[in-house]
Structure formats: C-alpha cells, structure tokens
C-alpha cells in the first residue's frame, strides 16, 4: 500500500510537507527534536487532522476513511504509549485484532502467537505489562502491531528502550515482515542501515530526501543538527555509517 502525504501543514508545527512511501518500502523521518516529526506521525495515523492537505492510503483520504478501516490497513506505534490497566502481556497483543474480528478467535489466536514469537516476548505472555522493562514493553507493543497484520506500519522512535541487539533486531523485523513502513528515527547510523529513503526535517518543513547515502553528507548534518560528521562505509554491507564530533567553535 502506498502512503502519500500531499502539502499538508499543521498550525504553527508543520508547512507544506510532501513526501511519498511507495508499497513496501522502509522510509525514514530524521530531523532534530523539535522539528515535527511526531506531529507529522500523528497526523498519518489519525490522532491529530492537519489544518491543510491530505494523507492518502492507495489514494484515499486516511481521514475520511471509518476508523475501523483504517485500523484494518494501518498500525502504530507512537513514541509514548500508557497502560491505565495491567493488562497481560498476551491480552496487549490480543489488541491488535480488535478492527479485524472476535479477538476469541482460532485464527486470531494463532496470529497473534506468531507475533509473539516474531517480537521475541513469547515467553512474557502471561505477565502483566506495567511490571516489564521499558525494553520488554516496546518489544510487546511491536508485537501487538504485527498481530495487527497491517499493510503500512508508522513508527515514532522504535528502538527507545532497547538495548543494541534489540534495536538491530527489531528494525530488521519491521523491514522483513512485508508492510509500507514510515518511521521517526533519533539514530543517524540506524537509519541508514535500513532505511530506503530518508526524508530530513527542519522547523517543521522537509529539506532534504533521498537515499541515506545521498542526504547524509556532512554539510547538511553540520547545517540541520549541529554537528561534525565523518562518512564511512560499512565493511560488510556497504551502507553509510557516521562518525560525530561537535562543530569547532564559530
């Protein structure tokens, strides 16, 4: 499923955003705090309506689409996620089969087994949620999409809480499981390692795309974050890898 964002903006956060996922690519959102990326986020997945421009799934207007629709097609993981409920660690995945059918269901059941297991937090099914770590939950709530079984996956910070292995493990697991993936993401080096397209954001406006190779040149990096970068292959991938130091003082 291809996702569009078409010039939307949102009142004192966002201008005139454009850019385009297409069916089965992992695209990222870099930028420094601050700069919209989360709001940006929340406008695709339906917490927040732009004040102007459209987001289309396929052609269709997220926002007029029932929500259960939508919910059938895309998921989300949002940067903060609260639980005012122990809820068990199989009853949060369970969850994600809400928008499809009865959650009682063989099939729901099997599904969300699979997630599980993709997510690696089979065996905590029977914990309640509040008592696990902050790595454990976002490994749950990364589970609790997959069982969602959606056709695009926004994600706003995924690796938070995770140790290297996991954020490594996670990422790759996102990439194979087939959705339409956008993603906000704090690790330069993270993001080009998976990313098909990164897309830089500034005070709330896109100023740079392409593939990581291409947008992660050090004038830009010194001009949009501040910051000295030294580009280096990775030796087995090939991918762009960034060494930082602080800018020398003006």
Same mark, same amino acid.
């Given at each position: 499923?291809?996702?569009?964002?078409?010039?939307?903006? *949102?009142?004192?956060?966002?201008?005139?955003?454009?850019?385009?996922?297409?069916?089965?690519?992992?695209?990222?959102?870099?930028?420094?705090?601050?700069?919209?990326?989360?709001?940006?986020?929340?406008?695709?997945?339906?917490?927040?309506?732009?004040?102007?421009? $459209?987001?289309?799934?396929?052609?269709?207007?997220?926002?007029?689409?029932?929500?259960?629709?939508?919910?059938?097609?895309?998921?989300?993981?949002?940067?903060?996620?609260?639980?005012?409920?122990?809820?068990?660690?199989?009853?949060? $995945?369970?969850?994600?089969?809400?928008?499809?059918?009865? @959650?009682?269901?063989?099939?729901?059941?099997?599904?969300?087994?699979?997630?599980?297991?993709?997510?690696?937090?089979?065996?905590?099914?029977?914990?309640?949620?509040?008592?696990?770590?902050?790595?454990?939950?976002?490994?749950?709530?990364?589970?609790?999409?997959?069982?969602?079984?959606? @056709?695009?996956?926004?994600?706003?910070?995924?690796?938070?809480?995770?140790?290297?292995?996991?954020?490594?493990?996670?990422?790759?697991?996102?990439?194979?499981?087939?959705?339409?993936?956008?993603?906000?993401?704090?690790?330069?080096?993270?993001?080009?390692?998976?990313?098909?397209?990164?897309?830089?954001?500034?005070?709330?406006?896109? $100023?740079?795309?392409?593939?990581?190779?291409?947008?992660?040149?050090?004038?830009?990096?010194?001009? *949009?974050?501040?910051? +000295?970068?030294?580009?280096? +292959?990775?030796?087995?991938?090939?991918?762009?890898?960034?060494?930082?130091?602080?800018?020398?003082?003006?």
């Amino acid at each position: 499923m291809r996702l569009d964002i078409e010039d939307v903006s *949102v009142a004192g956060i966002l201008r005139d955003i454009r850019l385009t996922v297409r069916s089965g690519a992992f695209v990222g959102l870099v930028g420094p705090n601050g700069s919209g990326k989360s709001t940006l986020l929340r406008c695709v997945y339906r917490a927040l309506r732009p004040t102007a421009g $459209v987001i289309g799934l396929d052609g269709d207007d997220v926002h007029a689409m029932n929500p259960r629709a939508a919910a059938r097609v895309l998921a989300a993981l949002p940067q903060e996620s609260s639980a005012e409920f122990d809820f068990t660690v199989a009853e949060v $995945v369970a969850m994600g089969r809400l928008p499809h059918r009865d @959650r009682t269901a063989a099939s729901d059941h099997e599904i969300c087994a699979a997630a599980l297991r993709r997510a690696g937090v089979d065996h905590l099914a029977g914990r309640g949620f509040l008592a696990l770590s902050g790595g454990e939950k976002q490994r749950v709530l990364i589970a609790r999409a997959l069982a969602q079984q959606p @056709r695009v996956l926004v994600l706003d910070e995924p690796t938070n809480h995770l140790d290297i292995a996991h954020q490594l493990d996670v990422l790759g697991l996102v990439r194979d499981s087939g959705p339409t993936v956008l993603a906000a993401l704090h690790d330069l080096n993270l993001a080009a390692a998976h990313c098909d397209l990164l897309y830089v954001i500034q005070d709330g406006r896109i $100023v740079a795309s392409g593939p990581p190779h291409e947008v992660l040149e050090p004038a830009l990096l010194a001009e *949009v974050f501040g910051v +000295r970068a030294h580009p280096v +292959r990775h030796p087995e991938t090939g991918a762009v890898q960034l060494l930082f130091d602080l800018l020398p003082p003006a």
